[in-house]
């Protein structure tokens, strides 16, 4: 066993609302302590400047040169992921031996081998004398992988760490990320099966964003108040990516609000919401057998209504990363501190059933601090 490094994690995810951050203590194959925390949400008028990037990006031809918006994207989110280091750093009075820096998704297209994070991890690794490791998902999808989901080596980890007795019973259990995209983590020993599962909180969103000028429907309550049109979220699920084997990924605007267009802000709020909660049900239709959990991650897990609609479409109890002592607000940038470990000592990132790359994959570029 190689000596434990202390890793701060960072991890801005597809929802744009802001940037966790955790400290680590890993071999990079287990966990041995989780440090402190600290997140930091981004301003309405930083949060409007990268959902205009992610726009953007969509219409973006890879040798072209980047557009000014996703170029001032990229400044606020390295200048954003400077501060909130320092904050942390400060909180922690301890200094990581490195960091883990995802950036943040304006594009996925893995049908293209593309995919596209905003932030300058040189810059990060010389403002803040920690050396970097960025650009995890590159090196899969060159090899033919996918590039996402990129926790599952994470879920597997705490999965083992379990203690006894803590779930009902012995068994395959699920860890599921709700984020502005949904995805599945399926977990049964050594086998490890992980995709993207469709909508989970982005288009919900991004419809009380549009509708009553809200980031998110606080505890599902919009939704709650509201009729599910069971015909749309019928319809929507006949959607050709229902169907393809996994592994896959998404883009966080391969799915939208318009399946909510011409509906009231309650209805349209409880319609995109049953079809998230169904898209990430119907993962079971993938699974070699059927799970006894399913732990909920993610933003999304903080949505009542979400939830409860997830519990009614699956034969299995939901629990919340809370319910089983992990920190659920910060288990993505806890997954990124892990890997930068896992890259700098050339272990895996990511397998051919998790991303559906052709073999185990390195991964992740180093930036030194000091050259």
Known sequence: MSDPMTALGLMSGTSMDGIDAAILITDGERTEDQGTTFGMGYSAEERAVLKTAAQEARFWQQHLERPAVLKDAETIVTQKHIEVVQNLISLASVKPDLIGFHGQTVLHRPEKAWTVQLGDPAALAKATGIDVVSDFRQADMAAGGQGAPFAPLYHKALIRSLPMGLLPSEGPVVVVNLGGVGNVTYIDKETVIAFDTGPANGPIDDWVQAKA????????????????????????????????????????????????????????????????????????????????????????????????????????????????????????????AFLAVRSVRELPLSLPTTTGVKGPTLGGNLYKAKG
């Open 213 to 336: 000028g809200l980031t998110h429907d606080q505890g599902g309550a919009i939704a709650a108040a509201g009729k599910v049109d069971e015909e749309r979220v019928r319809k929507a699920l006949t959607h050709g990516f229902f169907g393809w084997q996994p592994p896959k990924s998404i883009d966080r605007q391969d799915f939208t609000m318009k399946l909510a267009d011409g509906l009231t802000l309650e209805d349209g709020a409880a319609t995109l919401t049953a079809f998230s909660a169904i898209s990430v049900a119907k993962a079971r239709d993938f699974f070699p057998s059927e799970p006894i959990a399913w732990i909920a991650c993610g933003g999304g897990r903080h949505n009542p209504t979400l939830l409860m609609m997830l519990s009614a479409a699956v034969p299995a109890i939901v629990y919340t990363a809370e319910d089983l002592g992990w920190r659920g607000d910060h288990l993505e940038a806890e997954a990124f």
